[in-house]
């Protein structure tokens, strides 16, 4: 498994998005995440499952209420640890443009 994870830490380092930036994250933080998304992935197989097997509409709605719970908790995770380094090592280091950039990111979040 240690070796996967560090696969998957490669992969999503050089797959960043269009800023350049990258964060380190602690071993067991990054296995937390992972951990949570390869649970959402498995609700997602899962309700591709049911749709194919012609179930409910409505038992399939609670199966996607359910991922989009925990991606919203995922999401929640990863803005706290967010906020808590980046943010506010940015901020302890004079970097008011951390502010500017939580800002953007949350306004993005809501839409």
């Given amino acids: 498994m240690e070796g996967r994870e560090e696969e998957i830490r490669e992969g999503a380092a050089s797959a960043c998005g269009d800023c350049g930036m990258k964060k380190q994250r602690t071993e067991k933080e990054c296995r937390d995440l992972i951990n949570r998304l390869s649970r959402i992935e498995g609700q997602i197989r899962g309700i591709r499952g049911m749709v194919e097997k012609d179930c409910y509409c409505t038992d399939i709605l609670v199966q996607v209420a359910a991922a989009n719970a925990a991606l919203n908790s995922f999401n929640k995770k990863l803005l706290a640890s967010h906020i808590r380094t980046c943010v506010a090592d940015g901020i302890r280091k004079g970097n008011d443009e ?14």
């Fill in 98 to 111: 951390k502010i500017d950039e939580l800002v953007e990111l949350l306004q993005k979040l809501m839409k």
